[in-house]
């Protein structure tokens, strides 16, 4: 996790302009707490509707005018002002003419006019006002970016992907509670928590309630606190199928139909962790071993371990049926021939009765 928040936070030398971003939407999420604390002493927006020297904009609101205004004005009563700006688009990749529909050209015309007119702003914005964009997508070849980075600091948070950071993840939160962990019980959360650092905060709150009254985590705490989370479903379907256990498959299936995971998204998964263990099973007949999977295919290295063990089980014929039923499966919901949900139950009748190395 990229530190250089806190290092700013803890020696009072806070940059102009942050730019925060990336897949992994916990981190994102608690460095844009850190920062609007460390400007305003309030976590959450709605408190600091009557701030006069605060503003945020989210999504369609952002407005130059309006931005630019409230920078230029002088902190009221204050050392400074500070402006959130929220998932508005601002750092997103431009459209190609081509790819662009002819009544959004004039609309989307002016709104990048805005964002080169911002950029040039920047340049100018008073050492007295302080802005943190929050953003979802970013073009770093944008001259957006590119002033932003050099007026601040632009930082991208990625998905964990190796087992010793989410292990490392999970340590941190337990020594905070001043708790102890068992070995097992730490694989089984690795295991179960997929690479969802907003889920797996959320489940281990839950755990560290579960387990007030004790100072160790056991791996039996673990399985009965953890909700099944989709990504161990779906493999435990595959292995199902591999082990010609259909009601294994199903079973597994209509526990996440409990949990209101859309059938669509299952079978949408489904063919993905198929395509998954192809590449995986091609990778390694060519003489790659687990580590380079891992760097080549930027899978977590428990997935790879996973779907190395799981391509034994299939022949590549058969696993590249599957990611072309499932795609098949998937357009003829989209096309009304059949529900979503019986979809995946046909899928899996079928693949739990295959004979999958033959």
């Given at each position: 996790?990229?530190?250089?928040?806190?290092?700013?936070?803890?020696?009072?030398?806070?940059?102009?302009?942050?730019?925060?971003?990336?897949?992994?939407?916990?981190?994102?999420?608690?460095?844009?707490?850190?920062?609007?604390?460390?400007?305003?002493?309030?976590?959450?927006?709605?408190?600091?509707?009557?701030?006069?020297?605060?503003?945020?904009?989210?999504?369609?609101?952002?407005?130059?005018?309006?931005?630019?205004?409230?920078?230029?004005?002088?902190?009221?009563?204050?050392?400074?002002?500070?402006?959130?700006?929220?998932?508005?688009?601002?750092?997103?990749?431009?459209?190609?003419?081509?790819?662009?529909?002819?009544?959004?050209?004039?609309?989307?015309?002016?709104?990048?006019?805005?964002?080169?007119?911002?950029?040039?702003?920047?340049?100018?914005?008073?050492?007295?006002?302080?802005?943190?964009?929050?953003?979802?997508?970013?073009?770093?070849?944008?001259?957006?970016?590119?002033k932003a980075s050099s007026k601040g600091l632009a930082i991208e948070y990625k998905k964990l992907k190796d087992n010793r950071d989410i292990e490392d993840f999970v340590t941190r939160k337990v020594a905070v509670r001043k708790m102890n962990i068992t070995r097992s019980a730490m694989d089984a959360i690795i295991q179960l928590a997929g690479d969802d650092l907003m889920s797996l905060q959320n489940e281990l709150e839950k755990l560290?309630?579960?387990?007030?009254?004790?100072?160790?985590?056991?791996?039996?705490?673990?399985?009965?606190?953890?909700?099944?989370?989709?990504?161990?479903?779906?493999?435990?379907?595959?292995?199902?199928?591999?082990?010609?256990?259909?009601?294994?498959?199903?079973?597994?299936?209509?526990?996440?139909?409990?949990?209101?995971?859309?059938?669509?998204?299952?079978?949408?998964?489904?063919?993905?962790?198929?395509?998954?263990?192809?590449?995986?099973?091609?990778?390694?007949?060519?003489?790659?071993?687990?580590?380079?999977?891992?760097?080549?295919?930027?899978?977590?290295?428990?997935?790879?371990?996973?779907?190395?063990?799981?391509?034994?089980?299939?022949?590549?014929?058969?696993?590249?049926?599957?990611?072309?039923?499932?795609?098949?499966?998937?357009?003829?919901?989209?096309?009304?021939?059949?529900?979503?949900?019986?979809?995946?139950?046909?899928?899996?009748?079928?693949?739990?009765?295959?004979?999958?190395?033959?």
């Amino acid at each position: 996790m990229d530190s250089r928040v806190d290092a700013d936070i803890k020696s009072g030398q806070l940059k102009n302009v942050y730019l925060l971003f990336g897949e992994e939407k916990y981190f994102v999420s608690v460095n844009r707490k850190k920062l609007l604390n460390a400007f305003t002493g309030h976590y959450a927006v709605r408190e600091l509707v009557g701030d006069m020297n605060f503003r945020h904009f989210s999504e369609d609101d952002f407005n130059l005018d309006s931005f630019i205004s409230f920078a230029d004005t002088m902190p009221f009563f204050a050392e400074r002002r500070f402006i959130l700006v929220d998932n508005c688009g601002l750092f997103a990749p431009r459209r190609k003419g081509e790819e662009e529909a002819e009544e959004d050209e004039e609309e989307r015309g002016g709104f990048m006019n805005n964002v080169d007119k911002l950029s040039e702003y920047l340049d100018r914005l008073p050492e007295t006002t302080y802005v943190v964009f929050v953003e979802n997508k970013v073009d770093a070849r944008s001259k957006l970016y590119k002033k932003a980075s050099s007026k601040g600091l632009a930082i991208e948070y990625k998905k964990l992907k190796d087992n010793r950071d989410i292990e490392d993840f999970v340590t941190r939160k337990v020594a905070v509670r001043k708790m102890n962990i068992t070995r097992s019980a730490m694989d089984a959360i690795i295991q179960l928590a997929g690479d969802d650092l907003m889920s797996l905060q959320n489940e281990l709150e839950k755990l560290f309630a579960y387990v007030a009254d004790s100072n160790v985590i056991t791996v039996e705490d673990v399985k009965n606190v953890f909700t099944p989370q989709i990504t161990d479903n779906i493999f435990g379907m595959i292995d199902a199928c591999a082990e010609g256990n259909r009601q294994r498959a199903l079973d597994l299936y209509y526990e996440l139909l409990e949990l209101r995971e859309p059938p669509l998204k299952i079978l949408s998964l489904l063919g993905k962790k198929f395509a998954q263990i192809l590449t995986v099973k091609d990778l390694r007949n060519r003489g790659f071993d687990k580590g380079r999977i891992t760097e080549k295919t930027g899978l977590q290295e428990f997935i790879v371990k996973k779907c190395m063990f799981q391509a034994d089980k299939f022949s590549s014929s058969v696993l590249k049926k599957a990611v072309e039923d499932c795609a098949n499966y998937e357009q003829s919901v989209k096309t009304g021939l059949l529900t979503d949900r019986i979809s995946v139950e046909m899928l899996l009748i079928e693949y739990s009765g295959r004979k999958l190395n033959r």
